[in-house]
């Protein structure tokens, strides 16, 4: 089982979610967050682009990436992102009719952000499919788990309420300010920070038990 | 460990005060205007203050606490909770108190390391984010001269401040004296002008603050308001409605001069004074809020190390000669040692090397070799073509080397034959 979880990629994936996060831990794409993930609806919105514009940029880098020519490729996984803006648009649709509109850029910033673009580039060229597919999931999931916290906190405290449902007044009405949103992600950082040198601390003395037993 | 060598973080006091001593002299200055507070508002004033103090300490502790640290009984967190009330008016929620607390303590004061180690000024971004979340309650001034309700719902009678007729481009229907004695509506700390500049000239006298920063300040500030009237009135009458209306006078002597971010050479503190009056200046001019003062702080906060560096690398020329490069200009890109500029060299000969191995051997280092002629395609300083003689000659090298360091079959033969 181990030994099939090293070879997919699978356990790597798995540490993007939060050891490895990418917005936490690898500090990517934190600016569009910041700025436009201000409700759980947006959060939500954001995650779903990410995934579609993610996943399929990584593939298509494992599978087509070195047989294009090295000044194509960049412009070839950008063209993918973008275009996978489309079915973004219509399943963020679905829930909301307004959110794709009322995020602006920040979609279109996620399609040419660091993954789809250099990351592509960089490392899932030279990995199999499979694996450029699990990697995808796992950054993408690091990336909805943030987004979806952030944006849950920031309507909660911001406009007392969730998923659009008002049920109290807003604690706290600044929250929804980009600049509260980089407040939000350090704390979280650090928290994540704190969690994973518990972990590394633990798996230590774990370590130095069995090779003293 | 040697008691003289010690490590401490700012502010550094090198007299018999100590910065406990400094933080006293800083709550004795605010007394008076808590004081004048009371005299204007009522026993609200005083338990506005008195709640800032309780929020911060409370605030600071629980953040000790967290943080697994002891807790210090130092006065840092009562100046917080007792200037952050003082920007704001009296009638303010205890709430809106309680959160700007928690805002300098846990977001400013906390995560950058306490005391000392803070970027920017706690009390001016509690105030700062206070005014964004709830801007109503935070520019709506009760009149002067009224006893406020203690707690409950606010029933004083409101009026327009200063400044706020200021930005809307009308002349105030307040007299100067008025304005400088305090009673016009606006920020219950920054309002009483006298009491407020007696007590800057209290901690100037006391060298708890250095004249040089709110001197700095004030004078390029009253020039530029001087030069740059918003009203219809004389130079002299609009510099007396600008300077005496807002929070820049409390904000030169409480908040510029904090210690701690501030910079720390007379020269660096010389030129934040400046840049923050033009910064303030700006704000007041071209923004929307009234206390732009906080803002200009925050922004300039952030270049107070820029302003120590910059002073250190001037001070440096001026006494031992030499350029300005270090701050004004870029650093020279470091040169290539030898062993950089031998590496591709070395890579071309490690592929030499596996090409003439054998195919097995080519086989299991498939990988490695990819990557080796990937970098070698890649990078840019690799494609400079080598002579044929240059590699045979370092082979060459190589071999004589080798052959130095080994001894050859028929030495060793000699050898062997003669032990």
């Given at each position: 089982m181990n030994q099939l979880k090293e070879k997919f990629g699978i356990k790597d994936s798995l540490a993007y979610i939060f050891f490895k996060n990418p917005v936490l831990v690898l500090g990517l794409v934190i600016g569009q967050l910041a700025a436009g993930d201000t409700t759980l609806q947006n959060g939500a919105a954001l995650s779903v682009t990410y995934f579609l514009v993610t996943v399929p940029v990584l593939v298509f880098a494992s599978v087509f990436g070195k047989k294009l020519p090295q000044w194509l490729r960049v412009v070839c996984y950008a063209l993918v992102s973008t275009v996978m803006l489309v079915p973004a648009y219509f399943i963020c649709g679905s829930f909301s009719a307004t959110i794709f509109d009322s995020l602006g850029i920040y979609p279109v910033l996620l399609a040419v952000s660091t993954v789809p673009i250099v990351y592509s580039s960089k490392i899932a060229e030279n990995s199999e499919p499979l694996s450029a597919l699990m990697n995808g999931i796992g950054i993408s999931l690091g990336f909805a788990l943030t987004a979806i916290i952030l944006g849950a906190a920031r309507e909660f405290f911001g406009s007392g309420g969730l998923w659009g449902f008002?049920?109290?007044?807003?604690?706290?009405?600044?929250?929804?300010l980009p600049f509260w949103g980089f407040i939000l992600l350090g704390f979280m950082a650090a928290i994540v920070n704190l969690i994973s040198e518990a972990v590394k601390k633990s798996e230590e003395t774990k370590n130095s038990e069995e090779g003293n037993a | 460990m040697n008691e003289s060598l010690m490590f401490q973080n700012a502010p550094?006091?090198?007299?018999?005060?100590s910065v406990r001593t400094m933080m006293t002299d800083v709550i004795i200055a605010l007394v008076p205007i808590y004081v004048m507070a009371f005299f204007y508002y009522g026993p609200r004033a005083l338990l506005l203050g008195l709640s800032g103090i309780l929020f911060c300490v409370v605030f600071s502790a629980i953040g000790a606490l967290v943080l697994h640290e002891k807790i210090s009984f130092d006065l840092t967190p009562a100046i917080t909770g007792l200037v952050i009330p003082l920007l704001m008016p009296a009638t303010v929620d205890y709430f809106v108190i309680a959160a700007a607390c928690a805002v300098a303590i846990f977001v400013v004061k906390l995560p950058f390391g306490g005391t000392g180690n803070n970027l920017f000024n706690p009390a001016a971004v509690g105030f700062a984010s206070a005014a964004i979340c709830w801007p109503a309650k935070v520019f709506s001034y009760p009149a002067p001269l009224q006893t406020l309700e203690i707690f409950g719902e606010n029933t004083a009678a409101m009026a327009q401040s200063p400044a706020y007729s200021l930005a809307l481009g009308a002349v105030p229907e307040y007299e100067v004296l008025d304005m400088l004695l305090g009673s016009?509506?606006?920020p219950m700390g920054a309002t009483n002008i006298f009491v407020v500049a007696t007590c800057g000239i209290f901690l100037m006298v006391r060298k708890t603050v250095n004249w040089i920063t709110p001197v700095s300040f004030l004078l390029p500030y009253s020039l530029l308001l001087a030069l740059f009237p918003r009203i219809e009135a004389s130079s002299f009458d609009s510099l007396c409605y600008e300077l005496f209306s807002g929070i820049a006078i409390f904000g030169a002597f409480f908040m510029l001069s904090e210690p701690v971010t501030s910079p720390k050479r007379d020269f660096g503190k010389f030129m934040a004074g400046i840049t923050s009056a033009v910064a303030a200046f700006l704000f007041r001019y071209f923004g929307e809020l009234e206390m732009g003062f906080a803002y200009a702080l925050i922004i300039m906060n952030v270049f107070s190390p820029l302003f120590d560096e910059i002073c250190e690398e001037i001070l440096h020329v001026l006494r031992r000669g030499g350029k300005l490069k270090k701050v004004f200009f870029e650093k020279k890109p470091k040169e290539k040692t030898e062993k950089e500029e031998k590496l591709p060299f070395v890579r071309v000969l490690k592929k030499k090397k596996a090409e003439e191995a054998p195919a097995e051997a080519v086989e299991e280092n498939t990988e490695a070799e990819e990557l080796s002629e990937e970098e070698i395609t890649e990078e840019p300083v690799i494609e400079v073509s080598f002579d044929e003689t240059s590699e045979e000659e370092i082979s060459e090298e190589e071999n004589e080397e080798q052959e130095e360091k080994e001894p050859s079959e028929d030495e060793k033969t000699e050898e062997e034959a003669a032990v």
């Open positions: 008002k049920f109290a007044d807003a604690v706290y009405p600044a929250v929804r | 550094h006091v090198r007299q018999s005060e016009v509506p606006g």
